[in-house]
């Protein structure tokens, strides 16, 4: 593991255009880099700094910390990390496009994510709709909250907790089959956080132009177990099945069925032999 601290100034230095004007935050503990971000949305008469978290946001925010005490995944799951095998971090993004429109950003976000990774050589692919696998196995996954400002805006949360190495314990702890990347781990952190945040920003300001569609062939074309049987699992009870056939333009997952293509737009997915 690359042994150099993770600081706002270094990731600054790095970062392309698309990102020079992100506020840059790191930290070394916090409970959920999610909560703080969201506790900091404008609110109606909010105008004085927010305790223990930062001040109100004004503008894109990157924070970063080196361990989360609580981090969170998607439907209220925790997010269990190890303090540097592991980058967790979050993204606060106005958006102008009404809270309808914002159905497909994780998917955005997974395209980002996933093209900066393959771009330095980690081969990976997207598991609807916020995990990013390697070999198989969950190596990143995706956390996206929104909030309305009274002006209006539409303030995106957008964390991500993505796995460099994985110590034997926490594997232990997760108690499923987890992927990391030891390659990613060998490189400075700062670098790879600002190339991850670069390619991230590119991607947010073009969603907030253009929506899901614009994505929708790049999303496709990183889709894992496609033309595979899947299941879709909602508490552990199986709600549909079929081959998984990509996605459609707002974001919703293609299942080809027995009786027809279906489209689903929120759940788990999980891959399950055919009977």
Known sequence: MNAMPLTAAAIRALVADSASHVAIEVVDETGST?????????????????????????????????????????????????????LTFSVAWPFRAPLHRMVGLPLAVGV?????????????????????????????????????????????VIGCGMNLLMPDEMEAAIGREVSSAPWLAQMDRNALLAQLLSRLCAVLAEFDDTGFAAFTERWNALQAWRGQPVRLLDQGAVQQEGLAAGVDQQGRLLLDTPSGRVAVLSGDVSLRLAP
């Open 34 to 86: 999610n909560a703080d971000l969201l506790a900091r949305v404008p609110t109606a008469g909010q105008r004085a700094p927010v305790a223990l978290c930062g001040p109100v946001l004004r503008a894109p925010v990157l924070r970063v910390a080196e361990r989360q005490t609580a981090g969170r995944g998607r439907a209220g799951r925790s997010w269990l990390s190890a303090p540097g095998a592991s």
């Open 112 to 156: 980002a994510l996933a093209e900066t990774v393959n771009g330095l050589g980690v081969p990976v692919q997207l598991k609807w709709p916020n995990d990013m696998l390697k070999d198989g196995a969950k190596l990143a996954g995706i956390l996206v909250e929104t909030q309305a400002a009274p002006d209006g805006t539409i303030w995106a």
